[in-house]
């Protein structure tokens, strides 16, 4: 098993927290005995969408389990999540969730997201993962504008034993972006 599939299974495993709030939702949203109607197709949409699988995601799977309930390839609420499942993963090819590496240089990977969804956490997780399996890590801690963000990942650098790159607080972020791809080509860094 290659470095980038041990990655991906480590984070399906982490990604708990979004797992159950989706699975919560759906669970308010398919209730025993509920028969599948415009309604329940409505309120599974606003769920979708709520739970940030997308507009368009959410547009195409509802569309496609109207159909399959139109066809009779889903006659109860409890065909409906396996079915979400298969098409949400059809949504996501299995070349497109492998860690795609620079041929050369260093391979940046861009983190996002709003404040407390867990970014530093999923950060300093993935710099484990990486360094352990051979990648020579260098993280960025480019949300200058949050003192506790920068604090939070230097103690996590300083855990799993990778180099963090850091400015003042208030900098440029795209500063500290430039100085950590220039430490990681200067040091010959992968990661």
Wanted: aromatic content about 4%.
């Amino acid at each position: 098993m290659g470095i980038f599939t041990k990655t991906v299974n480590y984070l399906r495993e982490h990604l708990g927290k979004t797992r159950a709030r989706i699975t919560s939702s759906l669970s308010s949203v398919l209730t025993l005995g509920r028969k599948i109607d415009e309604e329940l197709l409505d309120d599974l949409e606003e769920t979708l969408i709520s739970d940030d699988i997308g507009v368009e995601t959410t547009d195409k799977l509802i569309t496609d389990l109207r159909d399959a309930y139109r066809a009779r390839k889903i006659t109860t609420t409890d065909d409906i999540v396996p079915f979400l499942k298969d098409h949400m993963k059809s949504c996501w090819p299995e070349q497109d969730r492998q860690l795609q590496t620079a041929t050369s240089g260093p391979t940046v990977i861009l983190v996002a997201g709003v404040n407390g969804s867990g970014k530093t956490t999923s950060i300093a997780k993935l710099a484990y993962v990486l360094s352990r399996n051979g990648g020579n890590v260098i993280v960025a801690a480019c949300d200058t504008f949050r003192a506790a963000a920068v604090e939070q990942l230097t103690i996590w650098a300083e855990r799993i034993g990778v180099q963090i790159v850091k400015h003042k607080m208030g900098s440029d972020p795209a500063a500290v972006a430039y100085d950590a791809c220039e430490a990681a080509v200067a040091r010959g860094r992968t990661t």
